[in-house]
C-alpha cells in the first residue's frame, strides 16, 4: 500500500516536472508570437501579402515554404501569426507552408542539427529538405478545397476598410492579449496531455525501444510516436535524436521532421485555427510523408551521399 502511494506520489511529482519544464519552454515563444501577430493584425494592411508574393499560387507556396530562412519561428510561436495573417487576408495554402517549414527549415534549426550531428550536413540539408517537400506539397493540395473544409468561422479573413480599424500601440497590445488567451488555453491543455503521456506512457530507455532500431519502418513510426509525445522544439530535438545510437538515419529523421510538424500540444494550438477534421487530415498526411521520405533518404539518398568519414562519425 505504501509502495502504490510512493509510486503515485512519484507520477504526481515528474507529471508536475514535465508540465513545469514543456510550459516554461513553449511560453515565451507563445508570448512572442501573440506579440508579432498582434502588430501583425494592426499594422500590416489588408492585401499587403498580395503584392508581395507571386500572383501564381503554386510559386507563391513555394516562396512561403522558404519564409522560415528570414523569418525563423518554432512551432509554438508559428500559430498564432499565421492565425493573424490568414485574418489579414494571407492565403490559406501560403499560410500552411509557412506554418510547417518555418520551424524546421530555418537557421537556428540548421545550426542546432549541424552540431547535433558532427557537423553533418548531410543529415541537416536532408532534415531541411523532407520538412520544405512536406510543407508545399500538403499546402499545394489545400490550395485545392475550399475554405470552409479547414477553416474555422472565427479566423477566416475578414474584410473591410483598414481605417475602421485602429492603427495604435493600445490596439495592437489589446490584439496580442486576445491572441495570447485564445492561443494560451489551447496550449496549457497540450502541455497537461503531454505531460500526462510522458509520464506514464512513454520512457524512452526501455528495452522496447531499443528493439525497433533493428527495422528502420517500425523504428520511423515508433520516433514518430515518440517524437509526437515528447513534443520538443525543433531547435533542440535534434541532440535528442543524436542519442538514440541504435537507430539508423531514417528514424532519426522522421523524429526531427515529425514532432515539430505535429506533436500533442501542437493540435491543441492547431485547433485555434483549422477544424478537427483537417487536423486528423493533417496528422495523417505527415505522417505517411515523413515516414515515405525518412526510408527514401536513408536507402536511397543518403548512402550515396554521404562521406565515408561522415559515416563513420554519425554510425549508429
Known amino acids: 500500500m505504501i509502495s502504490v502511494t510512493q509510486e503515485r506520489q512519484d507520477q504526481l511529482a515528474d507529471g508536475s ?13 507563445i508570448f512572442l508570437g501573440t506579440l508579432v501577430s498582434g502588430f501583425l493584425g494592426t ?14 499560387n503554386t510559386l507563391a507556396v513555394l516562396m512561403s515554404g522558404l519564409l522560415g530562412a528570414v523569418f525563423p519561428v518554432c512551432e509554438c510561436a508559428v500559430v498564432p501569426v499565421i492565425r493573424r495573417l490568414v485574418k ?45 517537400m512536406i510543407a508545399v506539397f500538403i499546402a499545394l493540395i489545400v490550395a485545392r478545397k475550399a475554405h470552409s473544409f479547414f477553416l474555422k468561422a472565427s479566423v477566416k479573413a475578414e474584410n473591410g476598410d483598414d481605417h475602421h480599424h485602429p492603427r495604435n500601440l493600445n490596439a495592437a497590445l489589446n490584439n496580442s492579449l486576445r491572441d495570447l488567451m485564445d492561443v494560451g488555453l489551447y496550449f496549457c491543455i497540450g502541455v497537461v496531455l503531454t505531460a500526462i503521456l510522458k509520464t506514464t506512457v512513454i520512457d524512452p530507455t ?12 517500425v523504428g520511423s513510426i515508433g520516433m514518430m510516436f515518440l517524437a509526437f509525445v515528447l513534443s520538443l522544439c525543433s531547435t533542440s530535438d535534434a541532440f535528442i535524436a543524436a542519442n538514440f545510437h541504435n537507430f539508423k538515419y531514417g528514424p532519426k529523421l522522421a523524429f526531427m521532421v515529425f514532432g515539430p510538424m505535429m506533436d500533442a500540444k501542437l493540435i491543441f494550438l492547431y485547433s485555434t485555427v483549422f477544424k478537427w477534421k483537417f487536423i486528423l487530415f493533417l496528422f495523417v498526411a505527415i505522417f ?28 549508429p
Do not use: H
Open 17 to 29: 516536472y514535465e508540465f513545469l519544464a514543456i510550459f516554461l519552454e513553449g511560453l515565451p515563444f
Open 43 to 56: 499594422y500590416l494592411p489588408r492585401g499587403a501579402f498580395e503584392k508581395i508574393l507571386p500572383k501564381n
Open 88 to 132: 489579414n487576408g494571407l492565403p490559406v495554402s501560403c499560410a500552411l507552408a509557412y506554418m510547417l517549414a518555418a520551424p524546421i527549415f530555418n537557421p537556428v534549426t540548421a545550426i542546432s542539427t549541424y552540431k547535433a550531428f558532427n557537423n553533418s550536413p548531410e543529415i541537416t540539408i536532408s532534415r531541411l529538405a523532407m520538412g520544405y
Open 206 to 217: 526501455d528495452d522496447f525501444w531499443k528493439e525497433l532500431a533493428n527495422n528502420s519502418i
Open 288 to 315: 505517411i510523408l515523413t515516414g515515405a521520405l525518412s526510408i527514401l533518404f536513408e536507402t536511397r539518398i543518403l548512402p550515396g551521399w554521404m562521406s565515408q568519414q561522415t559515416e563513420i562519425l554519425l554510425a
